[in-house]
């Protein structure tokens, strides 16, 4: 027995389980949506009619919050081709 190295955890022995799973874990990823966002201000009085514009190109309505200047800022997102 050799005292300078020590022996192999056991997690490692099921190193090779984990390896035989990570090209059905690729493929998943790659079947994952992905989005990009935008932040939009709200013009008082035309919120609808900015954010059917947006809505018109494919992007989704995410939120509405108060800007930091006042006013309302929507973010959106919409999923990348």
């Known amino acids: 027995m050799n005292l300078s190295t020590p022996p192999e955890p056991v997690f490692w022995r099921s190193r090779l389980d984990i390896d035989s799973r990570l090209p059905a874990k690729f493929e998943r ?20 009619q900015i ?19 006042g006013g309302l800022i929507a973010f959106m997102k919409r999923a990348v081709a």
């Open 29 to 48: 990823m790659l079947n994952v949506t992905r989005w990009e966002y935008a932040t939009v201000p709200l013009l008082l009085h035309k919120e609808a």
């Open 51 to 69: 954010l059917n514009a947006w809505g018109v190109d494919g992007w989704e309505l995410v939120s509405v919050e108060a800007g930091p200047a």
